[in-house]
């Protein structure tokens, strides 16, 4: 009895209950980050929580790592592709890379979603020629601090050809930043890796219609990361479209 009876004099107590503080804001930390990995109701619960919590200062936000520059840049980009704006008569083409890369990966009111920024014209989008055919599209907008990739789609003949990487580092090139900002992206799981490797982190969920739930990610890319990215197009022969606006 004398050690229990010790036990709670003096500062040993306090210094065990705040030891078990942190360790159970650590455990449910995790435990609610870990339903960005995950579908279903309740990754929505999870992510509802973590939300709440974040927004009551009770867990910490999510920090996003840098854009992987190093990685984006360590290969040659392929040559002898046009990058340009996307034009109102690139749309059917644009519709027709989407519904080649759908089946069984987009929810279906996303092909109603995309042809609806067709029409309206209103997100900044590019596309990848060659010999004046559309291989690939791309869009980006951005608001203050925060910028969002969308519907990065590429002709499955010319996939794993690093077409997504120019696609990706030209988007990145458009933001016009004097200060580090948000670039965040809504995916699909069999996509979100191919992010990640370059340094996006997943940090939250969209989800369909049906209830299924959709991995987000983001990185951060600041003005030095952007400027490397800028001169290896320039190098590679694809100097960047003029930044889009706010």
Known sequence: MWLADSFWEGPAPFVFGACLFLFGHMLLQNCLESSFLRTGKAARFQQTLFNKLSKWRLLSPIILPNVDVAKLTAKPLPKGFTIRHWQPSDASTCMALYRLNAPGRFPTEVEKDFEERLTKNDHPMLVIELDDRVIACGGNSSKKDVAWLSYGLIHPDFQRQGIGR?????????????QGITVSICAVADSVG??????????????????EAHPMAGTSLHPEHQSEIIQFLQKEGYPPLPFINS
């Open 166 to 178: 120019l696609l990706l580092l030209s988007r990145l090139a458009r933001f016009d930043i004097t």
């Open 194 to 211: 191919y992010y990640e490797q370059f340094g996006f982190k997943r940090f939250g969920l969209w989800f369909s219609d049906n209830g």
